[in-house]
């Protein structure tokens, strides 16, 4: 995490990508590929937000469903609908997952995002590393170690390509 958070400070490279109309950001060192949508295999009683496995190399990568992670409804894919391969640190192992995202936009630098937004309240941003903007809108930087609790992980893990940290 902490070398996340020195990325985002530095103005990395982020690949931007859409989710209804938000656009989120991640490091681009945690991509491994960007892929077209492709049949996903399901598999029984993951979670709602788990659409299932993938084919990378030979090897199944969990595929998970942003909109669903996020709490939207899900949508059917489009043409421009993408699967990013990321490899995220949790639980002091390295998990290869899929992330299935309305579009993908670029990869573009930042510069130096500001914190996630106080509004007063508690809410789940533990996920957030900062705010940055693209244009005239704004991009959510995730953190995706923290964006998959370590219940998720676990869960998540059972059908994951693990690689030793």
Not at 98 to 124: C, H, N, S, Y
């Amino acid at each position: 995490m902490a070398a996340q958070k020195s990325e985002v400070a530095n103005g990395a490279q982020f690949v931007t990508l859409g989710i209804e109309r938000e656009v989120f950001a991640v490091p681009v060192a945690a991509v491994v590929e960007i892929l077209a949508m492709q049949p996903v295999f399901r598999v029984p009683e993951m979670p709602a937000y788990c659409a299932g496995l993938i084919d990378v190399r030979g090897r199944g990568v969990p595929v998970i469903d942003l909109r669903m992670k996020f709490g939207l409804s899900a949508s059917a894919a489009t043409e421009n609908t993408r699967i990013l391969v990321v490899e995220v640190p949790v639980a002091a192992r390295r998990l290869v997952l899929g992330l299935i995202a309305d579009r993908v936009f670029e990869v573009a630098p930042l510069g130096k995002p500001d914190a996630p937004p106080d509004i007063g309240v508690t809410w789940r941003s533990d996920y957030i590393s900062g705010v940055g903007r693209r244009g005239d809108g704004f991009v959510i930087i995730l953190d995706l170690a923290r964006l998959f609790s370590t219940d998720d992980a676990t869960l998540l893990g059972q059908g994951a390509l693990a690689v030793p940290a």
